[in-house]
């Protein structure tokens, strides 16, 4: 089960304004994979995270049209 909140952090912040920060709840097991695949494509977990869901928007995006 993945649970997420969203913190929008505007202006001061350490998030640009163009950009939401979300916090997301995963498993130890999903945490342990998710952290060895960003290993292995020298990415930070929260890179990684970022660019699998900006993929899959962009899937159902094209799969849509």
């Known amino acids: 089960m993945i ?3 969203i913190i929008e952090l505007g202006g001061d912040g ?3 304004k163009q950009n939401t920060r979300i916090l997301v709840t995963l498993s130890k097991e999903d945490f ?3 952290q ?3 290993t292995k494509e020298k990415r930070s977990i929260s890179n990684l995270c970022g660019k699998i869901l ?3 928007i962009e899937s159902l995006s094209k799969d849509n049209k």
Do not use: P, Q
Request: negative net charge.
């Open 3 to 5: 649970h997420y909140d």
């Open 14 to 16: 350490m998030v640009s």
């Open 36 to 38: 060895t695949l960003a």
């Open 54 to 56: 900006s993929d899959y």
């Open 32 to 34: 342990n994979k998710l």
